[in-house]
């Protein structure tokens, strides 16, 4: 009996003593366990989480694609002591090829493609690039690295594009001029070991001499184009040309090298800009290259000679030619320079008058067009001078409205200085005269209404002893005749 008890009495003790070793020993197996879990997940690449319950062990968190996955839970069932492993692993798809491409314009940045962890998710997050895929596949831990030297050479660009695809990158822009070319150039030679560069970039400014060209219609007006100089703008073309605008939406202004000026050249050509049809004027450090275009019934020749002479150096070309206007009788433009009206007639462009056509009227606009500066000739002749053509249309303009079915008529008096004979003056005076009544008709003028007559010297308006009197005494007059009512 004794025995018996005895025999109870320690089977319940050695329990007893198990089951507090257990109670005891069970801590200290799930801490080892717990620590041989940690080991394993500090190796994956995101940082899973592995928590251990008992001899259980759950793993949770990001895995690196599907080969980190196989990996890590290998690594966790080859942990020994422990029991089951609870796979809560959200596994990235992986991103073939593992590639960011961005845009960099007007100072904003857009960005698509993937980035290999949260960490680098942030840091080209905080360079712009904030709507990236976080994705399996990174060719190695210095791939974000690369990513942010390509986007940091990309915000040095006034605009252009960025990718980087595995192990290359490329970086195409518009830099400002090639200093800032060469900055970004040493950016991207700071890319990790084992990244390669391209690089493909334009210029606001290449460095190159200021080169530009002017352009001008008598109906649309001046534009410039090309690289104009430091310290040049449009508005002191226009200035020079004495132009209301010069549009300079296709221009670009030097970044480099000395302020410029405007070519002495183009003020020159201010006083011509009411006689042209068109105008073009390449400007390059070694000059000027002119071609001009003039309407109906210009001189070539004598433009030629007279622009030549205007036009101070360097010039290294000169072209005068005839513009027909290509369009039917009748139809009208306004002229960029006088703002006025014009309308087709015989081939010339001709200001509309809108005033009524009493004689006082006629007489009164018809001298204040010869006061300004009168119809010149060529010495010694009836050939109308270079700037004789716009005094002539603007009279065939008033003549043209005064005598166009009014039943007014006119008469053109050529006048002469007292030089020479008197012969030869009123045989000069009524040339001259003709030369410009056949000049008026061709420009519309009713023949019929017009007639022409020379006085050579005989009706001086100033002293012929002075030159300037004798200047004044070499005219051309307009006397009305009204009809008998």
């Not at 009788?329 to 009524?356: H, I, K, P, Q, Y």
């Not at 420009?443 to 006085?455: E, M, T």
Request: hydrophobic letters at 45%; proline letters at 4%.
């Amino acid at each position: 009996m004794r025995f018996g008890v005895g025999v109870v009495v320690l089977g319940i003790g050695v329990v007893g003593i198990g089951w507090l070793a257990r109670a005891e020993f069970a801590p200290y197996v799930q801490d080892v366990l717990g620590f041989q879990a940690q080991v394993v997940a500090t190796g994956s690449v995101h940082g899973v989480a592995a928590t251990v319950d008992g001899r259980d062990i759950t793993v949770s968190g990001l895995a690196d694609g599907p080969e980190e996955r196989d990996r890590l839970i290998a690594a966790f069932n080859g942990i020994r002591g422990r029991r089951i492993i609870v796979d809560r692993l959200q596994v990235l798809p992986v991103a073939d090829p593992f590639d960011l491409n961005a845009g960099w314009q007007d100072g904003s940045l857009s960005a698509s493609g993937h980035v290999p962890t949260r960490a680098g998710q942030a840091a080209l997050a905080g360079l712009g690039a904030d709507d990236l895929t976080l994705s399996a596949g990174a060719p190695d831990a210095n791939w974000v690295l690369a990513a942010q030297t390509g986007l940091r050479a990309l915000r040095m660009l006034e605009n252009g594009q960025m990718s980087v695809v595995g192990r290359r990158l490329s970086v195409m822009g518009l830099a400002l001029t090639p200093a800032e070319g060469e900055e970004v150039r040493a950016t991207l030679d700071g890319l990790p070991a084992g990244y390669q560069a391209d690089l493909g970039l334009d210029y606001v400014d290449d460095a190159s001499p200021p080169s530009y060209a002017v352009h001008y219609t008598a109906s649309d007006g001046a534009w410039v184009e090309g690289k104009l100089p430091r310290g040049v703008d449009a508005s002191m073309l226009a200035r020079a040309l004495g132009l209301a605008t010069v549009n300079d939406d296709s221009a670009r202004q030097a970044l480099t090298g000395e302020d410029g000026a405007v070519p002495a050249g183009l003020a020159a050509l201010a006083p011509w800009m009411a006689e042209l049809e068109t105008l073009d004027v390449g400007v390059t450090p070694s000059g000027l290259d002119v071609t001009a275009g003039f309407g109906a019934g210009s001189d070539t020749d004598l433009l030629q000679a007279a622009l030549a002479s205007d036009l101070p150096g360097p010039v290294l070309s000169l072209e005068i030619g005839l513009v027909e206007a290509g369009l039917e009788e009748g139809a009208r433009r306004v002229n960029r320079v006088s703002g006025r009206t014009e309308e087709l007639r015989g081939g010339f462009w001709l200001a509309v008058m809108d005033f009524d056509p009493a004689p006082q009227v006629c007489a009164a606009r018809a001298d204040a067009v010869l006061a300004d500066g009168g119809i010149g000739f060529v010495t010694g002749s009836a050939r109308l001078d270079a700037r004789a053509r716009g005094v002539v249309n603007a009279l065939a303009s008033v003549l043209g409205t005064c005598l166009r079915g009014t039943g007014l008529r006119a008469e053109l008096g050529g006048h002469t200085d007292s030089t020479g004979s008197a012969e030869g003056n009123l045989a000069l005076s009524r040339a001259r005269a003709v030369a410009v009544r056949e000049a008026l008709v061709a420009r519309g003028v009713p023949g019929d209404a017009l007639s022409a007559q020379g006085y050579g010297a005989t009706q001086p308006i100033a002293d012929n002893d002075t030159d300037e009197g004798r200047m004044a005494n070499r005219r051309t007059a307009v006397r009305w005749i009204e009809q008998p009512g």
